[in-house]
């Protein structure tokens, strides 16, 4: 039988394991080094840190992690660890790192010797702490994992006779003494007579140590609807204290269902293609400072509205939401970046190179040493800063660009995809990120990444007269050309096709008597765009030159943001900690009232909301049928409701 579980704690390496890059050797001297040199002269000196990969451990698997090379798809190098040319004048390198002291970033070098095919632009990607990156994937990963609850019981006194023996291995030397009101079977040894009970197992107490079971079911009703706090509380007389740990309950269950319904089997299916669609959602947190922390002496305060992003996928055809992941760290508070930086000197690094170089505050500021270039007055204003964080609510808010890189690459190791296809907007911290984990998928033209690109901005009337101007085009192309019964979709595949004749998503370049693709940013119309976007631009970043213009126009017809948009909407529009800001009475400023003050209860929220959206809210299919995302992704066979959910067995 199953056993109760637990949410996975942040400290656990039992789940995955990243493994520090840096010996003790390393460490003792940074200790050495760190008073005698300058802050640049000691980031210089280890400066090898950039392609340097960190190993971690997932499920009994290694894998290394290193994501700084050229990110540029048009480039010879793209995707291509640093290597150096023996043969070539002067031994150069495949890189060079260049930048400022606080932003570093790579440069592809041109061989003198014709080292293989391609041309070598000179782009500059930006440098990623590969450490960060790693530490970051094992906090999505912990955060979304339950593990079962293994206590250590003690079934005799201490010399009795039969103190080896437990009731599962020698249930003769105990008697059974029933189950108590929480249903935790009672034991008792037929020597020492010592009681014990056990706790029960999933199928037995579903509420093991819940109070208020009864509420439970019209609370995440409640939860779902966009009813807030307050008046919940109010609704079922519950203290928001019960209701924040009815929400991490609801958190735990969710997690459990997927991994009996998600997880297990997208294991054993195998897609041969599948069309991702990723954005960022932006949502504002209430910067709240601790109890005690506050107060009218307390005029010296941080900014009261943080910006915060989810970066969510989903696939496009059947509207499933794979990942919803807030980029903030609940699990890590100032005093482990401060003993971080007391450790491993991170304050004289540069943010490729440090552990903590994905968050907001990635050190602690320390004095000035002998040969520092910064002030004592300086270090205090920054120290001061640091300070100031620890009155606030625990966690530190991340550079999205690290979230979304660990997003995708726990995504690329839970789905099993024979040909990849992206969708996004503009956003250049999910591009770059999609452009190094799914490098070697794009250099074999196994992946393949297209923008989408809509104003949001415009009216709903423009938008509307929009639209009806693209139908009425393309009725108008159907009657020049003098089709008949086809449908608009097909239409739009020939018109397009049509078109990709004398349109080009690239430039080319030659080199040793050669043409070679260069991404020219030409987009191209839409001709079938939805009723609220008016018009849609799509584009494709990666080289789509070996296939023909029907292929293309086919490929540019599955081009649609439609599904990050609505899971968004669902978020906005059921979550009332997550909706948009009001508008106050003065009708001059926006109200925050019911932002949400602490990131760990949005993720509880919206990987709650994700779990009822893909398996128990139905959507309309072209058929006329009623499925569920997960029905549509063919994972499961019927729908779900809230009790299964809930009480699942």
């Not at 999933?202 to 779902?224: A, G």
Request: charged share 25%.
């Amino acid at each position: 039988m199953s056993k109760l579980k637990t949410l996975a704690e942040y400290s656990d390496d039992s789940i995955i394991k990243v493994e520090c890059p840096i010996t003790d050797e390393e460490i003792k001297s940074r200790a050495i080094n760190y008073p005698l040199l300058s802050p640049v002269k000691f980031a210089k000196l280890y400066k090898d840190l950039v392609f340097r990969p960190v190993k971690i451990t997932l499920n009994d698997i290694d894998y290394l992690i290193q994501v700084n090379y050229c990110d540029n798809p048009s480039c010879q190098w793209f995707g291509e660890v640093q290597e150096r040319f023996i043969k070539a004048p002067n031994k150069p390198y495949k890189y060079k790192l260049g930048g400022t002291e606080t932003s570093k970033y790579i440069h592809c070098n041109t061989p003198i010797i014709n080292v293989r095919d391609g041309i070598v632009i000179n782009k500059h990607s930006v440098c990623y702490s590969n450490w960060g990156l790693a530490e970051e994937i094992k906090r999505l990963k912990i955060i979304n994992t339950v593990k079962d609850i293994e206590p250590i019981y003690q079934f005799h006194y201490d010399n009795c006779l039969n103190n080896i023996s437990t009731p599962y291995t020698i249930p003769k030397n105990f008697y059974h003494k029933g189950r108590s009101t929480s249903k935790s079977d009672k034991w008792q040894c037929k020597k020492c007579k010592k009681n014990t009970n056990t706790l029960p197992s999933r199928e037995i107490s579903t509420n093991y140590h819940q109070q208020r079971n009864e509420v439970l079911p019209l609370f995440f009703k409640m939860l779902i609807r966009k009813v807030p706090v307050k008046r919940t509380c109010e609704i079922l007389e519950i203290n928001p204290t019960t209701y924040y740990g009815k929400l991490e309950w609801f958190y735990k269950r969710c997690l459990e269902f997927l991994e009996r319904h998600e997880t297990k089997p997208l294991k054993t299916k195998t897609f041969d293609r599948m069309w991702i669609n990723t954005d960022n959602m932006v949502y504002y947190l209430n910067n709240i400072r601790k109890k005690g922390k506050g107060g009218d002496d307390y005029e010296d305060v941080e900014e009261q509205i943080f910006k915060t992003h989810i970066t969510i996928s989903g696939d496009t055809h059947s509207q499933y939401i794979f990942r919803a992941d807030i980029n903030y760290n609940f699990n890590v508070n100032i005093e482990d970046i401060e003993e971080d930086t007391l450790k491993y000197k991170e304050d004289h690094l540069c943010e490729y190179q440090s552990k903590n170089g994905a968050y907001r505050f990635p050190y602690c500021p320390q004095p000035p040493t002998l040969y520092d270039n910064e002030t004592y007055q300086e270090y205090e204003a920054s120290l001061h800063v640091f300070e100031r964080r620890k009155k606030y609510i625990e966690g530190v808010h991340l550079n999205s660009t690290y979230t979304t890189m660990a997003h995708y690459w726990l995504l690329k190791q839970s789905l099993k995809v024979i040909k990849w296809r992206f969708v996004t907007d503009e956003d250049n911290s999910i591009i770059t990120s999609l452009y190094r984990i799914f490098a070697n998928e794009i250099k074999y033209n196994e992946a393949h990444h297209f923008l989408c690109k809509v104003e949001r901005n415009r009216r709903r009337k423009d938008a509307y007269r929009d639209y009806c101007a693209s139908r009425k085009d393309l009725t108008l192309w159907k009657q020049r050309n003098g089709y008949e019964n086809l449908t608009l979709s097909h239409l739009a595949s020939l018109m397009l096709t049509e078109q990709l004749s004398t349109h080009s998503f690239y430039n080319y370049t030659e080199s040793n008597n050669k043409q070679y693709p260069v991404w020219a940013k030409n987009p191209i119309h839409h001709p079938l765009p939805h009723v609220d976007e008016g018009v849609r631009m799509v584009d494709c970043t990666t080289n789509l030159t070996n296939y023909d213009n029907n292929h293309i126009s086919n490929l540019l017809m599955n081009v649609d943001s439609r599904c990050t948009n609505a899971f968004i909407q669902q978020i906005r529009r059921s979550l009332s900690i997550l909706e948009r800001p009001l508008s106050t009475a003065r009708g001059t400023e926006k109200s925050y009232i019911y932002a949400n003050i602490n990131p760990k209860y949005a993720q509880f929220a919206v990987t709650t909301l994700r779990t009822y959206y893909n398996f128990c809210q139905e959507i309309k299919t072209l058929n006329g049928e009623h499925e569920t995302p997960a029905q549509r992704l063919g994972i499961a066979n019927k729908i779900y409701n809230v009790y299964d959910i809930l009480y699942f067995k």
